[in-house]
C-alpha cells in the first residue's frame, strides 16, 4: 500500500486532497499546525475510507522544520510515495502596506518550506525508483498579480520548479505535477476577503474546492505536468502565456484595481 503525504492538510484543497488520496486506497500522512484539526480530519478519513491516518503536527515555515518531520517518519518506518505540498499562505493588499512580515512569511512557507520539503523526500523516491510529487501552485504564477504581488511570485517559483524537475526526473520513475487553480472557495480566500476588506470577485469565478482537488489528484496519479482546473482558468492561463509581457502588466494591473475597493 502506498503513503501520501499532505502538508496543509487541516482544511481547504489539501483537506480535500486528502479524502481523495485514501479512496484511492493510500495510506496517509497529514501535516498542519493544528493538531486538533488534523485529529478530526483523521478520524473521519479513517472512517469513511478504512485507511490509517498518521498525523504529524509542524510549521513548516520554520528552518529545520522539514527536516525533523522526515526524521520522525523515518524512525516510524513511513517511507513516502506520493508528496503533496500544499501548505501556503496569501496576503492581499498593495506591496508596501503588507510589509515585510506578511512578506517573510510568504516567502518562508510557500517557497522555503516547499523546497525543504522536497529536499527531505524527493531523494528517497529516486533511490527507490519511484514516486510522485504534487505541488500546488495557482494561476497567479502565470502573471503578475497587484496587490497579490509577493504572493504571484512565490507560486511562479513553485511552478518553474515543477516544471524543471519534471525534465530532471524523466526516467527516475518519479513524476513531479503542478495545480494551478484559480480563487477557490477555502478558508484562505475568506481570510484575505475579512482582513483586506477589499477583495471583490464575482462568485462564478470562485471553484469548488473539491472540484479542484479531485483534477489535482488525477492529475497527480496519471504523471500530468501541469494541471488548471476550470476552463476559465485554463483559457487565462494560456492567453497569459502567448500574450506580450506590457499588455499582460496592463491587464493584470486592471483587473486588480477592479477587484480591489478604493
Same mark, same amino acid.
Given at each position: 500500500?502506498?503513503?501520501?503525504?499532505?502538508?496543509? %492538510?487541516?482544511?481547504?484543497?489539501?483537506?480535500?486532497? !486528502?479524502?481523495?488520496?485514501? !479512496?484511492?486506497?493510500? &495510506?496517509?500522512?497529514?501535516?498542519? &499546525?493544528?493538531?486538533?484539526?488534523?485529529? *478530526?480530519?483523521?478520524?473521519?478519513?479513517?472512517?469513511?475510507?478504512?485507511? /490509517?491516518?498518521?498525523?504529524?503536527? %509542524?510549521?513548516?515555515?520554520?528552518?529545520? !522544520?522539514?527536516?525533523?518531520?522526515?526524521? !520522525?517518519?523515518?524512525?516510524?518506518?513511513?517511507?513516502? @510515495?506520493?508528496?503533496?505540498?500544499?501548505?501556503?499562505?496569501?496576503? $492581499?493588499?498593495?506591496?508596501?502596506? /503588507?510589509?515585510?512580515?506578511? $512578506?517573510?512569511?510568504?516567502?518562508?512557507?510557500?517557497?522555503?518550506?516547499?523546497?525543504?520539503?522536497? @529536499?527531505?523526500?524527493?531523494?528517497?523516491?529516486?533511490?527507490?525508483?519511484?514516486?510522485?510529487?504534487? /505541488?500546488?501552485?495557482?494561476?497567479?504564477?502565470? *502573471?503578475?498579480?497587484?496587490?497579490?504581488?509577493?504572493? %504571484?511570485?512565490?507560486?511562479?517559483?513553485?511552478?518553474?520548479?515543477?516544471?524543471?524537475?519534471?525534465?530532471?526526473?524523466?526516467?527516475?520513475?518519479?513524476?513531479?505535477?503542478?495545480?494551478?487553480?484559480?480563487?477557490?472557495?477555502?478558508?484562505?480566500?475568506?481570510?484575505? *476577503?475579512? =482582513?483586506?476588506?477589499?477583495?471583490?470577485?464575482?462568485?462564478?469565478?470562485?471553484?469548488?474546492? @473539491?472540484?479542484?482537488? &479531485?483534477?489535482?489528484?488525477? %492529475?497527480?496519479?496519471?504523471?500530468?505536468?501541469?494541471?488548471?482546473?476550470?476552463?476559465?482558468?485554463?483559457?487565462?492561463?494560456?492567453?497569459?502565456?502567448?500574450?506580450? =509581457?506590457?499588455?499582460? &502588466?496592463?491587464?493584470?494591473?486592471?483587473?486588480?484595481?477592479?477587484?480591489?475597493?478604493?
Amino acid at each position: 500500500m502506498q503513503t501520501t503525504l499532505i502538508t496543509g %492538510a487541516s482544511s481547504g484543497i489539501g483537506e480535500s486532497l !486528502a479524502g481523495h488520496f485514501a !479512496a484511492g486506497g493510500s &495510506r496517509l500522512v497529514l501535516v498542519a &499546525r493544528s493538531e486538533q484539526k488534523l485529529k *478530526q480530519i483523521a478520524r473521519q478519513v479513517e472512517s469513511l475510507h478504512s485507511v /490509517n491516518v498518521l498525523v504529524e503536527t %509542524a510549521d513548516l515555515s520554520r528552518r529545520g !522544520a522539514a527536516k525533523k518531520l522526515a526524521a !520522525a517518519l523515518e524512525a516510524r518506518g513511513t517511507p513516502i @510515495d506520493t508528496l503533496v505540498n500544499c501548505a501556503g499562505v496569501l496576503e $492581499h493588499g498593495s506591496f508596501v502596506h /503588507n510589509g515585510p512580515a506578511a $512578506h517573510r512569511q510568504i516567502l518562508d512557507l510557500n517557497i522555503s518550506g516547499l523546497t525543504s520539503m522536497l @529536499d527531505e523526500f524527493l531523494p528517497g523516491m529516486v533511490q527507490r525508483g519511484g514516486g510522485r510529487v504534487l /505541488n500546488v501552485a495557482s494561476i497567479a504564477a502565470f *502573471q503578475p498579480v497587484p496587490s497579490l504581488a509577493v504572493y %504571484a511570485a512565490s507560486k511562479a517559483y513553485v511552478l518553474s520548479l515543477t516544471e524543471s524537475l519534471s525534465e530532471e526526473l524523466k526516467g527516475t520513475g518519479v513524476t513531479v505535477t503542478a495545480l494551478c487553480p484559480g480563487l477557490t472557495a477555502t478558508n484562505m480566500l475568506s481570510s484575505a *476577503q475579512e =482582513k483586506s476588506g477589499g477583495l471583490n470577485v464575482p462568485g462564478f469565478m470562485i471553484g469548488d474546492v @473539491d472540484d479542484v482537488a &479531485r483534477q489535482g489528484y488525477k %492529475a497527480c496519479m496519471e504523471g500530468e505536468v501541469i494541471c488548471v482546473p476550470g476552463a476559465i482558468n485554463l483559457a487565462v492561463t494560456l492567453g497569459s502565456r502567448a500574450a506580450p =509581457k506590457w499588455l499582460l &502588466r496592463r491587464v493584470s494591473g486592471f483587473a486588480g484595481r477592479l477587484t480591489t475597493k478604493s
